[in-house]
């Protein structure tokens, strides 16, 4: 998600003062059959490969943007690990890395190297910083803040998308060749846009520079508006697109299937100050993908 401009007080003021209810597969086979011949009796079969995926991995670091740092999910402009989809403590939101540690072991083995603004540039730096504590899995969600951006003409394109992203699973994999990854996919934008253009907040909001390329002029349906956010909508299609040829190549990688694309935030599941970050309740549904897709 994209760094934020100066509020002034009264906007920060207006904004606080309203609040609004808001897998791959184990690589196990069956016995190998019998051999034939005289020593076919006495043959012991073949025993089952190690499975490729483990379900329990015993740490976890995470990397990404503002989505994987609690923003805006507590308090206006700040950020807020400890409700983080990936690594948080909050029992509000049993995160990924409690879901598959238990709370104690949580504290002390998971680390989030997200930052917020973060666009997959950043994510290979964020990377060699998490291979350091040698995790058994790595949480991936980066990519909204390479569409997010002041202009259509500004976001990054698939190809450097590509590279970048090639460019973090190779840092993991010089240092770390049988880590597990968990790619999630980047969000609907359009259907967050949809959620908040009719809120009178979220509109203000807004217009401080939250995701301009999908959320500027909000209220517009001309077609040169409505060309912009399909623009915007298909880049992120083809982000995903990316996030899972790249996680396909890789037996110890499992993209979300476009779990996290999928999924239709309502009010409930978004900031209750942009109308765009999820809620403490988003980051809950945001682990649960998460570790439905790890562990099945």
């Given amino acids: 998600m994209p760094k934020r401009r100066h509020l002034s007080r009264a906007v ?73 989809w990936a690594t948080g403590s909050s029992p509000q939101v049993d995160s990924l890395a409690v879901r598959l540690l238990g709370k104690a072991d949580a504290a002390k083995r998971s680390w989030n190297y997200a930052v917020t603004g973060a666009r997959m540039a950043d994510v290979p730096g964020q990377m060699a910083r998490a291979v350091a504590h040698r995790p058994e899995l790595v949480a991936v969600m980066a990519g909204a803040n390479d569409a997010c951006r002041d202009t259509t003409d500004a976001m990054t394109s698939v190809a450097e998308f590509r590279s970048q992203f090639e460019d973090a699973m190779g840092t993991l994999r010089e240092a770390l060749p049988k880590t597990q990854v968990y790619v999630a996919s980047v969000p609907n934008l359009k259907r967050l846009w949809e959620q908040g253009r009719t809120s009178p ?43 899972e040829e790249v996680c396909a190549k890789d037996r110890h990688c499992r993209f979300d299937d476009g779990a996290v694309y999928d999924f239709r935030f309502g009010a409930t599941q978004l900031s209750q100050w942009d109308w765009f970050h999820p809620s403490v309740n988003g980051q809950a549904r945001l682990a649960e993908i998460a570790y439905r897709r790890i562990t099945n």
């Fill in 12 to 84: 920060f003021a207006a904004v606080t003062a309203t609040v609004l209810g808001v897998a791959g597969c184990d690589a196990v086979g069956g016995d190998s059959p019998a051999p034939s011949g005289t020593g076919a009796g006495s043959a012991r079969p073949s025993p089952k490969p190690t499975p490729a995926w483990d379900r329990s991995p015993a740490s976890i670091a995470a990397v990404g943007d503002s989505i994987t740092t609690g923003f805006d999910a507590c308090t206006v402009l700040s950020d807020c690990p400890e409700v983080s």
């Fill in 201 to 243: 907040v979220g509109r203000q909001v807004w217009k401080l520079g939250i995701c301009p390329s999908m959320l500027g002029d909000a209220e517009s349906l001309t077609a040169a508006a409505n060309q912009r956010r399909e623009t915007v909508q298909g880049r992120v299609e083809a982000y995903n697109k990316v996030l």
